[in-house]
């Protein structure tokens, strides 16, 4: 069982930044493929970005490459994402997911239902 808790949300203007977090409970956090996803208003879930269990491999929506980082530290549970450049299409409920992966790839790391644990959320608001 892994618990995750996101923090970091908050209401930003356009081009500035935000870092997320992801707090993880359980000590087998290392043996998790970690994942953000986005929920825009009235829109459905959409994947942002995915890091390797090591964090030596990461996948970016196009939406979000050369402005998203996501990182991790093994060490303290815990996975980042780090958003520059925000633009009020950022907006959305931010949610960090946590996936039994052994490796990622592109066919297994889009898909919320492939992902095992979820937090509840922070929301992200870039104004115009």
């Known amino acids: 069982q892994v618990q995750l808790v996101e923090s970091g949300g908050g209401l930003v203007q356009a081009g500035g930044s935000l870092r997320l977090s992801c707090a993880a409970s359980g000590r087998t956090f290392s043996s998790y493929a970690m994942g953000w996803f986005r929920q825009p208003p009235g829109k459905e879930r959409e994947f942002v970005a995915a890091i390797s269990r090591s964090g030596g491999t990461t996948y970016y929506a196009d939406s979000g490459e050369g402005r998203f980082t996501i990182s991790r530290d093994n060490a303290k549970n815990t996975v980042h994402l780090q958003m520059n450049s925000l633009k009020p299409e950022d907006t959305a409920v931010y949610y960090c997911?946590?996936?039994?992966?052994?490796?990622?790839?592109?066919?297994?790391?889009?898909?919320?239902?492939?992902?095992?644990?979820w937090g509840q959320g922070t929301q992200v608001t870039v104004s115009s």
């Open positions: 997911a946590a996936g039994a992966f052994r490796t990622i790839h592109s066919g297994n790391i889009y898909p919320a239902d492939a992902y095992d644990y």
